[in-house]
């Protein structure tokens, strides 16, 4: 029970740890600046003051302030605006606990300052990519990501962020119970640090890491200096930090009415600073306290009350607040309730986390098995008969024949007890070996639908092929015929139609060419995709605007690969054009690493997702992406638009085609 109060606390700090050590470069770069760029750097600069101030707060609320930014700076082409909107929705995204979302425009706003060699910014964005690997328990891609930004900061003499890094990479040693390698880098920034804030929180942290060495008396020194700087400063939430490491404390040391004192005045203080994520972590573990103090029905009400706002800001460990619940009922000894929160649990984990980071807690939640019931039956069972044998003990001395009958039903009730636990084992046996059987069905089905849309969409470019030829051969043909007998009499009102003639021709010729299977080993990835765009922006008056990076990368992908997206991008037009009623339309690749991102973003009437659609279109697009086993996400709604995000990996193993 420690190890998960233990365990959230520490997702509390590192939370704390984490949003104060972010900073942003307020000032842009102004050398050689336009009058309108001017203009929009003071507009920048004055949403992100309102950004700065919600964001720790009202994360939805940071997030308008950021999508504000991006938009007027893209529309202005101001080139930093866009890469300070990038990182400023990457923060926006972690606050909601959106941590995919985060690491993609963390990413994007990477690429941009690097291409604008903005170093202040590419400082930044490091640190905070560092910040979401270390949340998604990626400790060795966030020491990376905190390495280089360290690097980058000491050679530009970015002061104000070198201690802040230098915290977050001491975060990592904690994490990895390295706590004299945390205390030093602890010790590091602290001189390093400007402002009683910074101080109060690095000091908070270094109290938590001599807690986990077991140094208590040391720790609490820090956590009280850390109280009496927020003091100083009459700041009540800044106290929120060293307390809750002051209620781990107390709890470790099992005195948790002291524990519980010290969270029912941080709640008070919470509900006032407005941060949904610090709160429902706060009342998960009152809720914890509570369930070790053995008052189940205070810690189930403290468990929906965190539930409900994990719920509303899509929390990342909804599924342990669940595992908190089912302890509770099963304390209340309401076993059915607390076997339906263990499997929204299960459910949850495993579609969450890494199974291996948390063994430790699945050790704990083991009780609510079907193995781990009968067992606790068996020991039930023993002290029975323990009892049992003692009174007849007692028996023996004054009726031999009633201690022969006990012994009797004693070794008659093994027996039966022996007889009904093999039953019970093969029932276990055979809904075991029914699941197995279930699993490879599903495998089976599975393979055989990837067959099924790759037949299709084999069979749907051999109809593009055969539809293109008879186009080029047929139509095309027939249409340039007429216009060479059409230009022999060259009257004036046959100039008319030979003008509308030859733009049909055109038009067929473009359509057919696009039919055919895209030449992605004659000509760069990139530059097929730009002719493409361009014919279609041409043909029907669309705004076309193509970002990707790195070129070099994405033309080197697998043709299979290529041949997809091209078609993809294809189909997504086309809706675009039939449905949309938009003359804007953006679309984004981006390799990271081994994987492919493609963005396609129109401002036209979107949709409604909830009505179902027959369009065969979107259904060659889900079937061509599950062809590259990749994942997609549609964000529309009724006139706001809509953007399609496709991840597909692209390694050889992981685009094994049937």
Not at 93 to 106: E, R, T, V
Not at 261 to 266: C, D, G, N, R
Not at 305 to 333: C, F, M, P, T, V
């Amino acid at each position: 029970m420690h190890r998960i109060i233990s365990f959230l606390l520490l997702i509390l700090t590192l939370l704390f740890v984490s949003e104060w050590s972010i900073g942003y470069a307020q000032n842009l770069s102004k050398a050689v600046m336009t009058n309108q760029e001017l203009l929009l750097a003071k507009k920048v600069d004055s949403l992100f003051r309102e950004f700065d101030k919600a964001i720790n707060s009202t994360p939805h609320q940071a997030m308008e302030y950021a999508k504000k930014v991006l938009d007027i700076s893209e529309t202005g082409g101001y080139e930093a605006g866009i890469a300070n909107g990038n990182l400023m929705l990457g923060r926006a995204y972690f606050g909601l606990s959106n941590l995919d979302q985060a690491y993609n425009y963390l990413t994007r706003s990477l690429l941009l300052f690097q291409d604008q060699n903005y170093r202040q910014g590419i400082v930044l964005s490091h640190k905070w990519l560092g910040t979401v690997n270390r949340h998604k328990n990626n400790s060795e891609g966030a020491l990376k990501h905190y390495l280089r930004a360290s690097e980058l900061a000491e050679d530009i003499k970015f002061d104000s962020e070198i201690p802040k890094i230098t915290q977050n990479i001491a975060a990592i040693f904690l994490d990895q119970k390295q706590y004299d390698k945390a205390i030093e880098y602890f010790q590091k920034s602290l001189p390093e640090i400007q402002g009683e804030y910074g101080q109060s929180v690095c000091l908070a942290n270094l109290g938590l890491a001599y807690l986990r060495k077991g140094k208590k008396d040391k720790a609490m020194e820090c956590f009280q200096q850390s109280i009496d700087l927020c003091r100083s400063k009459n700041d009540e939430v800044c106290e929120l930090l060293p307390l809750g490491h002051i209620v781990t404390l107390y709890t470790n040391l099992g005195n948790y009415d002291k524990a519980l004192e010290y969270s029912l005045a941080m709640l008070e203080r919470q509900e006032q600073a407005g941060s949904i994520l610090e709160l429902l972590e706060l009342k998960n573990s009152i809720g914890l306290i509570y369930l070790d103090m053995g008052k189940f029905q205070s810690a189930v009400d403290f468990f929906d009350q965190s539930r409900d706002l994990a719920e509303q800001i899509r929390y990342r460990n909804l599924a342990y607040i669940h595992a908190n619940i089912s302890l509770a009922y099963e304390g209340q000894k309401k076993y059915d309730l607390a076997l339906k929160h263990h499997w929204t649990f299960q459910d949850l984990k495993d579609s969450l986390f890494n199974a291996e980071k948390d063994r430790k807690i699945d050790e704990l939640l083991t009780k609510f098995d079907t193995e781990k019931k009968e067992q606790e039956i068996v020991i039930l069972q023993k002290e029975k008969e323990l009892q049992g044998a003692e009174l007849a003990k007692q028996a023996y001395e004054r009726n031999v024949a009633v201690l022969g009958s006990i012994l009797a039903l004693v070794i008659a009730a093994i027996f039966g007890f022996v007889y009904q636990q093999k039953i019970r084992a093969s029932q276990q046996l055979v809904i075991i070996s029914n699941l197995i059987n279930e699993q490879k069905t599903m495998e089976l089905v599975r393979e055989n639908e990837i067959r099924a849309i790759n037949a299709n969409i084999d069979g749907q470019e051999k109809e593009r092929t055969r539809i293109a030829r008879d186009l080029h051969d047929g139509i095309a043909g027939n249409l340039a015929s007429i216009k060479l007998n059409l230009s022999k009499k060259r009257t004036p009102p046959l100039q008319t139609i030979i003008k509308d003639l030859d733009e049909t021709y055109h038009e067929v010729r473009i359509i057919s060419h696009h039919l055919m299977p895209p030449k992605v080993e004659e000509t760069p990835f990139i530059d097929l995709i730009s002719h493409y765009l361009y014919d279609i922006g041409e043909m029907c008056n669309l705004e076309l605007k193509l970002d990707y990076y790195p070129k070099e990368g994405i033309d080197k992908l697998p043709n299979e690969v290529k041949v997809e997206v091209y078609r993809i991008i294809q189909e997504l037009m086309s809706n675009i054009v039939k449905h949309s009623q938009t003359k804007n339309v953006g679309i984004s690749l981006t390799q990271i690493e081994s994987n492919l991102n493609l963005i396609v973003e129109d401002s036209g009437v979107g949709f409604n997702q909830s009505k179902k659609t027959d369009g065969i279109g979107i259904k060659n697009i889900f079937d061509r992406v599950n062809k590259l086993k990749g994942q997609i996400h549609i964000d529309t709604a009724p006139n706001q638009g809509t953007t399609v995000n496709i991840d597909i990996p692209t390694q050889t193993e992981a685009t094994i085609f049937a």
